[in-house]
């Protein structure tokens, strides 16, 4: 086994050790994995690595603290509704698939308004010419 000290179910010494190895780094905020490695090298216990994670994320100064990498969401343009049917569409081109009588892809067209979906086999190389004769032959 290796040299690190076994710690006993007891709740209030957990929540010690982890008090300790959070508050050095209050000046450079190292975040849960490195507050585990710092834990793990003199000390374990069972389900360690979920009271750490339980401790950082319920810690009051790491969420005050806590850098959000993401962009603020901005207010939703949602477009407005077709009046009628195929009066709005989306394409879809799917492919490479395997080869099926010289059709190595679907295109998926779908009416915006009723959500009806009409597939037609194509291949992977085709050109929007075809796509646009594809559409006019078969919807």
């Not at 003199?42 to 339980?54: A, F, I, P, S």
């Not at 810690?59 to 009628?84: C, F, M, V």
């Not at 194509?122 to 010419?129: A, C, F, M, N, Y």
């Amino acid at each position: 086994m290796d040299d690190r000290i076994y710690v006993p179910n007891n709740k209030d010494l957990w929540e010690q050790i982890l008090v300790e190895h959070h508050e050095p780094t209050v000046l450079e905020h190292s975040g849960q994995k490195k507050m585990l490695e710092l834990i793990k090298r003199n000390y374990w216990w069972l389900w360690m690595k979920l009271d750490v994670e339980n401790f950082v994320q319920g810690y009051q100064s790491y969420q005050r603290n806590k850098i959000i990498h993401q962009k603020r969401a901005t207010l939703l343009h949602p477009l407005d509704a077709p009046e009628g049917p195929w009066q709005e569409i989306t394409v879809d081109i799917i492919g490479s698939l395997l080869q099926s009588k010289n059709n190595d892809a679907i295109l998926v067209v779908v009416d915006r308004l009723t959500k009806m979906i009409q597939i037609i086999l194509t291949s992977v190389g085709i050109t929007l010419k075809e796509v646009a004769e594809l559409y006019k032959n078969n919807i």
